[in-house]
């Protein structure tokens, strides 16, 4: 909105006019009320897209109270965080890890947990987290329930799928944003990790799971995925320690690793889960 204001307003005259014009604008969008602006991104981003460690630290933060005088700003929103110290904390509206931070790591443009805590107010108002708000899955694990989607879910869990995938997209470089692109294959398989482990165990899902893991595979081997982390492969072979939880659960399961037949993947992954085929 400045550079609007600047382009408007600037029409030779010196750096104090302009300056006494972006101060009223500014005194005015303080002094009228303002619709509350919602930030672009959810609980869901921010739990998925965060390390472990940090989200946690970053909710104790909130839950103490520790988010003060949290204002909305033009684009973003700003607060003092009570840590060692107070920091003054500004984070965008449209993307949660962009902002600053008087801290060590913020000051380091490194993510802190005092701006996740700040991201974390916008999203919720200061309302309480819940169990499921705050719960996170870093892993596949096997539900243990066993059971079947029914039509509704089961078109919801394979939207939520490709919402999931989104993120396992191909590295084009340059290379300064390969930190970023390694985040985005994280948050991608947090999100698949959490579909998977609140799954029913049934032949149904059991033939979800290894489609999800084809359409995974197919982009390691051909869609130019940067795997060099491990975290895609990684989630693989958590899925299929699950399928295998599954074949253990309800034998009929099996009957979805047919699929896999005369099929060839990236390291291996299927020959398990064909040797319980040919038993």
């Known amino acids: 909105m400045g550079g609007v204001v600047v382009v408007m307003f600037d029409r030779g005259g010196d750096a104090s006019e302009l300056s006494n014009v972006l101060e009223l604008v500014t005194d005015a969008w303080n002094y009228f009320p303002q619709k509350y602006m919602q930030p672009k991104y959810d609980l869901d981003k921010i739990k998925f897209a965060t390390d472990g460690p940090t989200f946690e630290k970053a909710v104790d933060l909130y839950e103490k109270g520790k988010v003060t005088k949290f204002e909305e700003g033009i684009g973003g929103y700003s607060a003092v965080v009570i840590g060692t110290k107070p920091y003054k904390v500004y984070v965008d509206n449209r993307h ?7 801290c060590y790591l913020g000051q380091n443009d490194t993510l802190c947990k005092h701006m996740v805590a ?7 108002g200061g ?4 169990d499921e708000d705050k719960r996170l899955v870093s892993q596949a694990v096997c539900s243990g329930r066993l059971g079947e989607l029914g039509k509704s879910e089961l078109a919801a869990t394979k939207k939520a799928i490709s919402g999931g995938m989104r993120y396992v997209k191909s590295y ?9 692109y ?15 482990s609140e799954l029913p165990v049934s032949e149904q ?10 359409r995974l595979d197919d982009r390691l081997c051909h869609g130019g995925v940067d795997d060099s982390d491990g975290t895609v492969g990684g989630f693989i072979e958590e899925t299929v320690q699950v399928l ?16 896999l037949e ?8 299927e020959e398990s889960l064909l040797d319980i085929v040919h038993k």
Request: with cysteine; hydrophobic share 35%; proline share 1%.
């Open 262 to 269: 005369g099929k060839e993947t990236c390291f291996g992954w």
């Open 172 to 180: 084009e470089g340059p290379s300064h944003t390969w930190f970023a």
């Open 205 to 214: 899902t059991a033939k979800l799971l290894v489609d999800t893991l084809l």
């Open 244 to 259: 295998k939880e599954y074949v253990k659960l309800d034998s009929a399961c099996v009957k979805a690793f047919s699929e």
């Open 127 to 130: 309302k309480k987290l819940n």
């Open 96 to 102: 949660y890890d962009q902002g600053d931070c008087e």
């Open 182 to 196: 390694q985040n985005s294959l994280s948050e991608g398989c947090n999100r698949l990790s959490k579909i998977v």
């Open 118 to 124: 700040v991201a974390i107010y916008a999203v919720m």
